[in-house]
Nanobody, 121 residues
Framework: QVQLVESGGGLVQAGDSLRLSCAAS????????KGWFRQAPGKEREFVAA????????SYADSVKGRFTISRDNAKNMVYLQMNSLKPEDTAVYYC??????????????WGQGTQVTVSS
């Protein structure tokens, strides 16, 4: 059974930083593109960031560019999201995702259960 387990969420104040981590159970995922999405209360799920399997290509939502950084450790089959200068509008459930191959496409294939990030003003 495929498992993506997120960790690192929590309650922080505006301007603080958080680092989300995601562990993947499938060894083959170390060569797949990975990413992060989020869903705020009452809003649709939205793309946050993604990385090709080498990390050589990354993509970010305009709302997080310059503040968030996606990285990965393929040896550990992990993907991370470093979030700096957090804003209240970043409050959401954050989902780790894995795409169906080594490059970023429109829709991920696999989703984690999500981790809550709450940013107070």
């Amino acid at each position: 059974q495929v498992q993506l387990v997120e960790s690192g969420g929590g309650l922080v104040q505006a301007g603080d930083s958080l680092r989300l981590s995601c562990a993947a159970s499938e060894r083959t995922f170390s060569t797949y593109a990975k990413g992060w999405f989020r869903q705020a209360p009452g809003k649709e799920r939205e793309f946050v960031a993604a990385s090709s399997w080498t990390g050589g290509t990354t993509s970010y939502a305009d709302s997080v560019k310059g503040r968030f950084t996606i990285s990965r450790d393929n040896a550990k089959n992990m993907v991370y999201l470093q979030m700096n200068s957090l804003k209240p509008e970043d409050t959401a459930v954050y989902y780790c995702t894995v795409y169906s191959g080594p490059y970023i496409t429109t829709n991920p294939e696999y989703w984690g259960q999500g981790t809550q990030v709450t940013v107070s003003s």
